[in-house]
């Protein structure tokens, strides 16, 4: 039980309070037939890292499901959905992208079509990895940028959403939005400081 008596005594000295299984739950997880053979510390020793990696997998199993709560359910548990399927975009735009008239809806859908196109082109080339650099989302469209929405746009106007359709396109125009209030909080802060900056000078 060396192993079990180090991991509770590194816990202590850091101050962590670590869940242990009970004498009970050891004893019977040294029984199984896997440890028949083994004396009865390696028993135990054996138990004790069957445990540990019974605990870790539904550590993971539970961080996966708070991601999957996070990033797939919240964001259009709250989006008022149509009753009949399929439904038009003009719909979408007024439950989802929001705004009380279209020359406030169009020019915040394009810029999410924008940025999805700057990240699919981004991880194309850099094999996957984010974009650290937010200038490179934040800088207008150029001419082949701007065709290539023109185009995007006009198939969503004219292809009606289904259910399945909705719920992705929601998930992902909502989880931009959130990103993109928080980029733009960030460079008013960003503003803020420097201009106190200058003010001080």
Not at 43 to 52: P, S
Not at 102 to 110: A, C, S
Not at 139 to 164: C, H, M
Request: aromatic share 10%; glycine share 6%; net charge positive.
């Amino acid at each position: 039980m060396n192993r079990v008596k180090s991991t509770a005594s590194e816990a202590e000295k850091c101050g962590v309070e670590l869940a242990l299984p009970t004498v009970q739950e050891l004893a019977v997880l040294a029984t199984q037939p896997r440890f028949g053979e083994k004396t009865p510390g390696a028993a135990l020793e054996g138990a004790f890292a069957l445990w540990e990696g019974a605990s870790e997998f539904l550590r993971k199993k539970a961080e996966w499901n708070r991601l999957y709560q996070e990033c797939y359910v919240n964001p259009v548990a709250t989006v008022l959905r149509p009753k009949k399927w399929p439904t038009g975009f003009d719909t979408f735009l007024k439950r989802v992208v929001g705004g009380d008239r279209d020359t406030v809806r169009y020019p915040r859908f394009r810029k999410f079509l924008l940025y999805e196109l700057r990240v699919a082109a981004h991880m194309k080339l850099h094999h996957n990895s984010r974009i650290s650099d937010i200038s490179t989302l934040d800088r207008p469209p150029d001419e082949s940028e701007k065709e290539a929405i023109a185009e995007r746009f006009k198939s969503y106007r004219e292809a009606p959403l289904d259910e399945r359709g909705w719920d992705a396109l929601a998930r992902r125009y909502l989880l931009w939005w959130k990103d993109a209030f928080h980029r733009t909080k960030l460079r008013a802060g960003n503003a803020g400081v420097a201009a106190r900056g200058e003010k001080g000078r």
